[in-house]
């Protein structure tokens, strides 16, 4: 049974795949790479970028992407390269729900999330925390929160998870969230992907 999971999984990346390649395949790649904020050697013709903490090579034009990542990590990289528009960052910041068409699934991501960071993250130190961040390519940055961490997934797509721990007043708490320039660079469910792997980094299993 888990094999025939297993085909029916690859077979499904294969097909998503080659629908992202073949619109990619008709885009200038020097437009690409604008776009998405990411290095270009037209001598080599591979593009060049630092995703999820891991230096990653694109070429072009076959789209084979270096070192092998998980499948639905090659998928949003594709993704993200078909819909970049160069959108500038934001720094302002928003939830899974407000995400475009991000309602219902993006608000059971948020629930989600927020339940696994209360019940999990939280009760680490800041120590444990920093190190299981940095791991993962994230940093540490300032914040109204008692401690956050930026994680650049992709050139122009950083997530940061914001957290504040317990008090005499108030419960912990935290949330995951997406710069407002997001849409411009992943659709609803992509992202939800991005926000399910920075999570698995951080928990291993979410």
């Not at 230096?55 to 949003?76: F, G």
Request: net charge negative; proline share 3%; glycine share 8%.
């Amino acid at each position: 049974m888990k094999q025939l999971e297993d085909m029916r999984g690859n077979r499904a990346f294969e097909e998503m795949r080659k629908v992202a390649v073949d619109w990619l395949a008709g885009r200038d790649p020097l437009e690409i790479a604008k776009n998405a904020g990411i290095g270009y050697d037209e001598a080599d013709g591979r593009f060049s970028f630092a995703s999820f903490g891991t230096n990653v090579c694109v070429d072009y034009p076959s789209y084979q992407i270096s070192p092998k990542l998980e499948q639905w990590h090659q998928l949003i990289i594709l993704h993200y390269m078909k819909l970049a528009d160069g959108a500038p960052l934001t720094e302002q910041w928003m939830t899974m729900a407000e995400v475009k068409d991000g309602m219902v699934r993006g608000g059971d991501f948020d629930r989600r999330c927020e339940r696994a960071i209360r019940d999990r993250l939280t009760r680490a130190s800041e120590g444990e925390l920093s190190e299981k961040c940095r791991s993962i390519g994230g940093r540490i940055v300032e914040s109204n929160a008692d401690f956050a961490m930026r994680f650049d997934f992709l050139p122009r797509y950083p997530l940061l998870l914001k957290l504040w721990f317990a008090d005499e007043e108030f419960p912990a708490s935290g949330k995951l969230l997406l710069d407002r320039s997001a849409d411009h660079y992943l659709s609803i469910e992509d992202a939800v992907t991005v926000g399910q792997l920075v999570m698995e980094g951080l928990l291993g299993i979410f």
